[in-house]
């Protein structure tokens, strides 16, 4: 398909010349993501303001066009590949903080702001917005909202939607409205903001968002602890989520993970039969009851060591280590199957022992890691080749079902995109994806925004 | 309007005849709620468990009757007033707790059970559940549900729209649904667990509750500061609120409700131009850190004094005192309008000077307290007889005017209902209004749920 002219005219009237294109190496660079799907859009447009998004997404609707927004592309389940075609709406350029009102614990920001940016410009004010996917340094904050993109720090700060406040956005309908507030606390009305968070460009597009900040404590200290095996270490999960001192990172990697991590971030990472990275933070003077609360839950039957990291240089050497982890294993397989799963953290031995069963029953190398205080785990599965990608899938298939049977679900962070759509029904009931669909008409009548997404 | 006889066979075929109620005495009890406004339904029921719930709604639908949710009725603002007849759902005897599990931080409700004996029942356990209304020992979780009510713990814990991980529930098309997780993290299709918190009853009737729990913290501790005048206690409230220790209560009373809540209270609630409670709460190393934080934020130009409450009695004293507040008014007025206005916590003070400015221009008594952590005053106005009350409703308008300009919202944590519904506009786009009846239909296509509330 190619855009009508007087499509064409309309966008042009919209957007300049250097913020349209049709070229083929810009449509290349804008038809695939982090997934490594890839599918040509018609066109791509660089809104600098709400106004050009109102305009664009009203004449794409007139011609039924498909109209697919896009932050930066690190997601990895094709939520931004134009699937069937249509305008690319890159946010890149509106990439401005508006607002830092550290007096009400806000920031509004413009949905191509990078997370790592942000993070730097609400430093000095003392504060922090905490959503840290490990792309942080080159992923929007836009593309955080669609996908509720979390990361380590989720499981005592939260996700995305307990940390916006409010959005304006443009509906598939064409209508630009606002939603939410400014102020902490609200019950005027039904939530858009949620609704909106999450919805991976699928309801309308945000052009504008309103953030919850949060105090930045001045003080972290990180652990790690080594276990004899997987089942061990996720045990020791379950004991330190069920006391009262909640860490805000506690980050599970498993013996293969481990091996990765060791090549890249040397002797610094243990090999182990699994590792727990645990960090508390707070006031300087919590720190130390802190760390023996933690400390004692995380010790049990299959502790090898426990301790704290020495160090600026370790504690960082760790991190980096654990950052590398998603890259690493492209090493392996260029086409890993990238999963988080989600399952109640006292349900985390079930999972971790279920995968080794099914990695060694499907024979495909399954490398698991993540955040384990959430029960969001990274399980990748990393086929070599052809023969052992068709194995990987139906591999994945009992994945799921393990996740579903352990009152889990699909998504902890990642989203659905194209590849967990049709997962979807093993996770909802069908009256719930029914209102789903009820509520997407709602917002996207012609059915414009993202099409082939998100719902099966 | 009386039922038709074919619908009140189908609800005797799904309710036991001690279930079902048509008699004028049940429909008088069930005609009010703590607004004081009141309608007749046609009929009451007293559903046991989910399926019953489908059944009815499913019947109400055929017939086009409405269906009107109801906890205990504490609502302020009319929302669970049958305005146009129909069949009142009265919650009360689905009040089961179905699980508690510390290790996931979650229990499961069924929606009658009351906010009190939830917190009594999860104590043991080491755990709570935030949202704390004043009326706790007799609304329902469920009702809280509702109307995203709150109270003081959420400036530090959140409202339920931050404390509910899923539920189930039953859609105006009769259908049944289940969404959200058991997980504290999810990113598997649209927020529907946000949207029907606050919608007051009008998508869908929720039959259970997945519930986010929080460890209860051991220790707390809690200041009094007295000052000149409201103006300055608001000033305070902004710096409290700028530095990084947050309180789990900051509470505000001005002079004429400290008048009030002294003649009830007795010598421990002072009388002065405004009061401040503080609470912090914490480990017990940690108390005395936070306490100095806070503290050293509270002085500044116009503070009294400021003490920490020298015994648990002295502490139980100034929250009685704060509690009965709410109907400490009506003997005042019985026509109290009572409000809880919303705005960013840095614009405090010039909210309640401009309060102060309209109770003299409109020569109306007006009463200022409640949850200034959040930003979120409750605003009664005291009108003594008739002609009075038509004062105070120019001067409500007046107050929404005022609180729209400062960025505020109509509603922290009481909701709509009925009484707020024609002032919607001014807070609210028009498209934006237009997406909440869009998501109404979508859940609700032939407008029986609770009809006349929430949308203007």
């Excluded at 080594?226 to 045990?235: L, Q, S």
């Excluded at 481990?258 to 990472?269: E, M, T």
């Excluded at 499907?362 to 490398?367: A, G, K, R, S």
């Excluded at 719930?432 to 719902?455: C, E, H, Q, W, Y």
């Amino acid at each position: 398909m190619t855009l009508s002219p007087t499509l064409l005219e309309s966008l042009r009237a919209t957007f300049a010349p250097d913020a349209l294109s049709t070229g083929e190496a810009e449509r290349i660079a804008y038809s695939y993501d982090n997934s490594r799907l890839h599918a040509l859009p018609d066109a791509v447009v660089f809104p600098a303001e709400h106004a050009q998004v109102e305009a664009l997404v009203r004449a794409c609707r007139a011609h039924k066009v498909p109209v697919i927004a896009r932050g930066r592309g690190s997601n990895t389940t094709g939520a931004s590949v134009p699937v069937e075609g249509g305008v690319v709406v890159s946010f890149e350029r509106m990439n401005r903080i508006l607002r830092i009102d550290p007096d009400n614990r806000l920031a509004v920001v413009e949905p191509g702001v990078l997370n790592g940016d942000l993070q730097q410009a609400l430093a000095p004010h003392g504060f922090f917005w905490p959503p840290d996917p490990t792309s942080a340094p080159w992923c929007s904050v836009g593309g955080n909202l669609a996908c509720n993109a979390a990361g380590p720090r989720a499981v005592k700060y939260g996700s995305p939607r307990e940390n916006t406040l409010g959005l304006r956005a443009v509906a598939g309908s064409g209508e630009g409205f606002r939603c939410g507030t400014y102020t902490s606390k609200g019950a005027t009305g039904y939530d858009l903001t949620r609704l909106l968070i999450g919805s991976e460009g699928t309801l309308a597009l945000i052009t504008e968002a309103t953030l919850k900040l949060t105090p930045k404590p001045s003080s972290v200290r990180t652990l790690r602890a080594t276990y004899r095996d997987v089942g061990a270490a996720a045990r020791a999960v379950a004991r330190i989520m069920a006391q009262p001192v909640t860490p805000c990172a506690l980050e599970f990697i498993d013996d293969v993970a481990l091996k990765l991590a060791h090549a890249h971030g040397g002797d610094s990472v243990p090999l182990a039969g699994a590792m727990l990275m645990i960090e508390v933070d707070g006031e300087p003077a919590t720190l130390d009851s802190a760390v023996a609360a933690v400390a004692a839950a995380a010790r049990g039957d299959g502790l090898d060591e426990l301790r704290v990291a020495q160090s600026a240089e370790e504690t960082g050497a760790l991190w980096a280590a654990r950052r590398a982890l998603s890259p690493a294993q492209r090493t392996i397989s260029p086409n890993k199957i990238n999963e988080d799963v989600v399952v109640p953290v006292s349900h985390l031995p079930a999972l971790v022992d279920g995968i080794k069963q099914l990695s060694a029953r499907h024979d495909v190398l399954i490398v698991t890691f993540g955040h384990a205080g959430n029960g969001n785990l990274h399980v990748n599965l990393l086929p070599r080749d052809e023969v052992e990608r068709e194995r990987a899938h139906a591999c994945l298939a009992d994945v799921f079902a393990l996740v579903i049977s352990l009152e889990g679900t699909l998504s902890g962070e990642h989203g659905i995109g194209m590849i967990k759509r049709e997962f979807m029904p093993l996770a909802l009931e069908a009256s719930t994806l029914g209102l789903m669909r009820s509520v997407k008409t709602a917002f996207d009548p012609d059915g414009i925004l993202n099409p082939g997404k998100l719902l099966p």
